[in-house]
């Protein structure tokens, strides 16, 4: 079975073909939402990252996920509409939710395991901080800019730059909340638990993970779906 890419093929593109290819994306640090409007083999490159391994684990993905088709028509065919209403429901709620939730445990996680890990005060103060920009960030989109973006398909609209200018603010936005998690990733050595680990710290790590591979394809879906209609 071929897949449909090639070395030469952009990494958002290969993304936008088979959203499951996130996750190997992630596991070799390649940046798809932000960074994937480039060739795969220049990420790699950039990356020195071997190329056999990695479309092996790609053609892997693109095997196992042959028959799914979810969310498919969210990321190619449906209208501004209904990803606006997809993002919304599928990324900006579980966010905000997990944003509360998962807070008092980064706050107890530091304060008992604190003394004999430092780095958790760095995960802290990251963590909140990348709770302040999401939220405003989701507000923002969801009180302004999502309002405004459906009033982009009438020609004559008249505030249609002040509208771009801003989409331009949130692409910003994403590369900075993309750096927070980068910084993330490193102070935790890739989420590497220590052997003293507790229930909740594990738990802490884990989430934390997972909301960064969901805030990649929210930005994704933005970034290189959505977005480009209207630039």
């Not at 391994?53 to 790609?58: C, G, I, K, N, S």
């Not at 939730?101 to 004999?116: A, C, F, I, N």
Request: charged share 30%; hydrophobic share 35%.
């Amino acid at each position: 079975m071929t897949m449909p890419f090639t070395e030469s093929t952009l990494v958002k593109d290969i993304v936008n073909a088979q959203p499951k290819t996130s996750d190997v994306f992630k596991r070799y640090r390649i940046d798809f939402c932000c960074g994937g409007n480039i060739p795969l083999s220049k990420a790699a490159a950039d990356l020195s990252i071997e190329m056999d391994p990695l479309m092996a684990d790609l053609n892997e993905i693109y095997v196992n996920e042959q028959n799914d088709t979810d969310d498919m028509t969210v990321w190619t065919n449906s209208s501004s509409d209904d990803i606006i209403k997809h993002i919304s429901e599928h990324y900006h709620a579980p966010l905000l939710e997990e944003l509360a939730q998962l807070s008092p445990y980064v706050t107890k996680v530091m304060k008992v395991h604190g003394d004999g890990h430092p780095e958790l005060l760095k995960v802290y103060e990251l963590w909140y901080e990348f709770k302040k920009e999401m939220i405003e960030h989701t507000e923002k989109e969801e009180t302004v800019v999502f309002p405004l973006l459906k009033k982009l398909d009438n020609p004559d609209v008249e505030n249609r730059q002040e509208i771009v200018d801003y989409i331009t603010e949130l692409e910003k936005e994403h590369d900075h909340v993309g750096e927070i998690l980068r910084q993330l990733r490193e102070v935790t050595s890739d989420y590497e638990l220590p052997l003293d680990a507790c229930g909740t710290y594990t738990l802490v790590y884990r989430r934390i993970e997972a909301l960064e591979g969901q805030t990649f394809m929210h930005v994704h879906l933005e970034n290189n779906i959505l977005f480009p209609r209207y630039i």
